[in-house]
């Protein structure tokens, strides 16, 4: 009886319920597509160069995790405002407060479920498909990857559980410490705003002063190190707050009081705005957070894509070098693009490999130049000729030199070319090669590598050899799993960001439609009611929008340090992502002049 009561209360609920749903589902969705590309094992095993990206995929779990739990918490408590009502009429009627808490756990717990499995299904179909994109971005066949995967589903399915479980805990809490009277009032209550101008002043220049504490130590990151980051969220989140707090009330109670206010439904509009105040600037202060962060993640998860190449390069000045190159890999070296390849001859004589040095003054060997700008930032990696002297007093530490043997155990040495043709010694050659892009010559350049690794596997623990496109692959990896999850844990954010937003917004419809209601009797236009909602919700959403794009434009200092190019084309995911925004805009006024408006007479 219990259950078919929880069904039908979501039914009758069922618009909200799809607001919340929508956050829901996409989160539990990426949510399992990360766990299973993080705790995929036969996978994991079969595909070597993933295994860097795993801790990747964790990080993206944790922060995904944390930033669902917060979401839970305010849908929930959004729902739980809209339902006391109906809750304090059971009451009223004779029901007991344990059968009516029961009922609302009930009803949590099954939209969770509800939510929970909509997102594994959506989960799945995203493995399967969307996944294949980051293998190929990542140059990886796939082996024994199944999107369907037992130990993600029950991972998933236990965070859901467990989050669920705590957000019923805390609206049962609430609900027995709320008296039955002022749940029957509590929607019909409205915030009674004193305007205190000074201390709305104080609050508003403490808010900005704290906001520009928090930009400032991510921009001296260099300086400030990992302690930037606590500093940044505590002093921005207050910040914000108090910006919202102090700044939306004088701005509006000034507007109120100038002629523009008096003008068709602006007062109106205003006012709207003003009920609900308190209770809007901690969500608006959210919004502006999860705006900050999905814009940002996507940002920066574009930004690592563009470091791969640049990263590779600073491991060493050669792409890759080739011992002996036979028949098959001559005709894959023509076969790249933007290359200079140079050939050195070899003799091995018991322990040592000679090199013929006449050839190393024709073509120096090439060695990485670091420099640091002034902000303490590393620019770009620069190529430098090495002298044969200089080769043979640090030879220990030019590991590239020493892996063109393509063996350890073996010293290195030189000697003119009339000794060096006299060692009796088969000749031996390596090329090195040097491309501008290994993007583009991926596919080539590993064909290479894994015919070279099959002739002179390396002996060495890490496997890694002579050139920048070993250290490519695992950077890509890492780099790749980062702009992977970038992207999605942005699509996660949106949707909840979003979510919220708009549960705010809807949920004080029950009274908006009174006073909708009450102009059009009076005989206010339609079009005047449209356009005072357009506005009213414009505002709530452009706000937060707005600050969220500066957070992001100051928070990508902290990522100077590792990207090379923080801003470069940062245009074009803001661009993307306000077009996004708009669309979650436009969804909420349509909803909201569905419920407020009154109907038109046939």
């Not at 220990?396 to 060692?423: C, M, Y």
């Not at 803001?574 to 909201?592: D, P, R, S």
Request: net charge positive.
């Amino acid at each position: 009886m219990l259950f078919r009561l929880a069904l039908s209360n979501i039914k009758n609920r069922v618009r909200d319920y799809i607001v919340l749903l929508t956050g829901l589902v996409m989160s539990s969705a990426i949510f399992y597509m990360f766990a299973n590309l993080a705790t995929n094992e036969d996978f994991i095993k079969t595909n070597a160069s993933f295994k860097f990206a795993v801790p990747v995929f964790y990080f993206g779990e944790v922060l995904l995790a944390i930033i669902t739990f917060i979401y839970v918490m305010y849908a929930n408590s959004f729902l739980l405002n809209m339902r006391l009502h109906d809750y304090g009429l059971f009451m009223m009627l004779g029901a007991k407060k344990r059968r009516v808490g029961s009922l609302m756990v009930l009803e949590t717990l099954t939209v969770g479920v509800i939510a929970t499995a909509l997102g594994l299904v959506l989960g799945v179909a995203l493995t399967g498909g969307i996944s294949g994109l980051l293998f190929d971005h990542l140059g990886i066949v796939l082996h024994h990857f199944n999107p369907f995967y037992l130990k993600a589903l029950l991972t998933t399915v236990l965070l859901y559980l467990i989050l669920f479980v705590i957000a019923a805990i805390f609206n049962l809490q609430s609900l027995i410490r709320t008296p039955v009277l002022k749940l029957l009032n509590q929607t019909d209550s409205v915030d009674k705003i004193k305007v205190r101008g000074f201390g709305l002043f104080f609050s508003g220049i403490l808010g900005v002063v704290l906001v520009g504490i928090g930009y400032y130590v991510l921009h001296e990151i260099v300086v400030f190190q990992l302690m930037a980051i606590p500093i940044a969220l505590v002093t921005i989140v207050l910040g914000s707050y108090l910006i919202f707090r102090s700044s939306m009330t004088l701005i509006i109670h000034w507007l109120k009081g100038t002629g523009w206010a008096r003008h068709k439904l602006n007062n109106f509009t205003l006012s709207q705005i003003m009920f609900r105040i308190r209770d809007y600037t901690k969500i608006l202060t959210i919004t502006s957070l999860l705006f900050a962060l999905a814009l940002g993640a996507i940002t920066v998860g574009s930004g690592f894509n563009r470091q791969i190449d640049w990263m590779a390069k600073m491991s060493s000045s050669y792409t890759l070098a080739v011992n002996n190159p036979t028949t098959q890999e001559q005709k894959l070296m023509t076969q790249l693009t933007g290359t200079k390849i140079v050939s050195y001859d070899q003799k091995f004589v018991g322990k040592n490999v000679i090199y013929n040095e006449d050839q190393f003054v024709q073509n120096p060997f090439m060695v990485v130049k670091y420099e640091k700008a002034k902000d303490g930032t590393v620019k770009a990696p620069k190529t430098a000729p090495i002298s044969v002297q200089k080769l043979k007093s640090d030879v220990n530490d030019q590991l590239d030199f020493l892996g063109l043997a393509g063996r350890t155990g073996v010293e290195p040495s030189f000697q003119k070319t009339n000794q060096f043709n006299q060692i009796n010694a088969n000749n031996n050659s390596v090329s090195v090669i040097t491309v501008k892009n290994i993007g583009v010559n991926r596919d080539v350049l590993t064909k290479l590598n894994n015919l070279q690794n099959k002739a002179h596997p390396q002996e060495s623990i890490s496997g890694i050899g002579v050139g920048s496109f070993q250290a490519y692959l695992v950077i890509s990896s890492m780099y790749g799993g980062l702009e992977f999850i970038g992207y999605f844990l942005g699509i996660a954010f949106l949707a909840m960001l979003a979510s919220c937003l708009m549960f705010k917004i809807l949920s004080g419809t029950r009274q908006d439609a009174i006073r909708y209601n009450l102009l059009s009797k009076v005989g206010t236009r339609r079009s005047l009611l449209r356009q005072s909602i357009n506005r009213e919700i414009f505002v709530l959403f452009a706000v937060p929008g707005i600050l969220g794009i500066v957070d992001v434009l100051f928070g990508l200092q902290m990522f100077k340090p590792i990207l090379d190019k923080p801003y470069y084309n940062i245009q074009y995911p803001i661009l993307i992502f306000i077009g996004l925004y708009l669309i979650y805009y436009f969804l909420t006024t349509w909803l909201y002049k569905l419920i407020v408006l009154p109907k038109k007479k046939k």
